[in-house]
């Protein structure tokens, strides 16, 4: 599943318009925690996460993780430094008002696995 | 858990200072400090739960101080719910232990501050920040955030009595802050389990900031 089909079939808001991703391959894997210790130890490299943690550290964990994307929950909305440090790093960031639980489960729907 | 008895088992258990860091509030800080008055040296303090749900201690000078703080903090709390099972009640007790009243706000839950606004807070108040229990995955800055944060700074970090024990907290040793341990005791039985050597002149608070900031601190 293309990042772009993602965004439109989950009706995500994108919060980092600047970053291009027509050309990354295709998410296979997502992975769920509000815990940033977990996405280290246990996100899948490529997999998008989907997290209500909005902290700064998200960003830098995401890139440690080598993940592809973070889909923001609740309508939970990152400041805008963290915004700028997902654009200056590539990271593309999406905003969702549906719950953690909703959208990992359209996003399994859509054949994403934990693994 | 009331002050006559904490500052019993403290003294009992050769304790020369305590910190009463109740979740979010500091309502009981000033009776144990009554109950010890003479005997023990006992420092208001708090552990606060910010919004990213890592807990954060606050160790003030003043009573009136940690007062600031807990006023701040509960501005943003919920009330108690009433449910028909309630939670152990949050009582409020005087230096003898009698129950004078209840907390109102549900000090179990986390706060609108985030870490830095709540390291700020308790800067603006004189206090000292330690990292609660950063070797647990739960409620710790590096449980909930992964990584230590650039933008807040720590007077300490603290390691968890099983930390402690099992020895294994070698990699959180802090290249500049001081490390210490305590009991963080929910009951009487606990309290003096873990705690921490200062070099100290006297067991008074700027006495303990000055040793947080040289490091003269060890695990007992």
């Known amino acids: ?115 | 858990m009331t002050p006559p008895a904490i500052v019993k088992e403290a003294i009992r258990r050769g304790l020369g200072m305590i910190a009463i860091c109740d979740h979010n509030s500091s309502g009981n800080a000033c009776a144990t400090q009554k109950a010890a008055e003479g005997m023990l040296t006992v420092i208001a303090g708090m552990e606060i739960t910010t919004a990213e749900e890592v807990h954060v201690l606050g160790l003030f000078p003043s009573v009136e101080a940690a007062s600031e703080v807990s006023d701040e903090i509960h501005a943003v709390l919920p009330d108690v719910e009433q449910r028909t099972t309630p939670l152990h009640d949050q009582l409020l007790m005087d230096e003898k232990g009698a129950v004078i009243g209840k907390e109102t706000k549900a000090l179990y839950g986390s706060t609108t501050f985030r870490l830095s606004e709540t390291a700020d807070l308790i800067r603006r108040h004189h206090g000292l920040v330690i990292a609660s229990h950063v070797d647990k995955p739960g409620f710790s800055v590096l449980g909930q955030l992964g990584l230590f944060p650039e933008d807040v700074s720590f007077d300490a970090l603290e390691i968890s009595i099983g930390g402690v024990r099992s020895r294994k907290y070698e990699r959180y040793i802090p290249p500049t802050e001081a490390m210490i341990t305590s009991s963080d005791s929910h009951f009487l039985c606990d309290i003096g389990s873990s705690c921490s050597v200062l070099l100290v002149l006297e067991p008074t608070f700027n006495e303990l900031a000055g040793a947080l900031r040289g490091r003269r601190c060890r695990f007992a």
């Open chain 1, 1 to 115: 599943m293309k990042l772009s089909d993602i965004e439109q079939k989950l009706h995500l808001q994108n919060i980092t318009p600047e970053i291009g991703f027509e050309k990354l391959s295709k998410v296979t894997k997502g992975h769920s925690s509000d815990l940033m210790s977990d996405v280290l130890a246990n996100a899948p490299g490529g997999s998008i996460l989907v997290t209500n943690q909005i902290h700064v550290n998200v960003i830098a964990v995401a890139l440690h993780a080598g993940l592809v994307a973070v889909i923001f929950s609740s309508g939970m909305t990152p400041e805008e430094r963290v915004r700028q440090k997902a654009v200056e790093e590539g990271l593309p960031l999406f905003v969702s008002e549906d719950s953690t639980f909703d959208i990992v489960g359209e996003l399994y729907k859509l054949g994403l696995r934990g693994h």
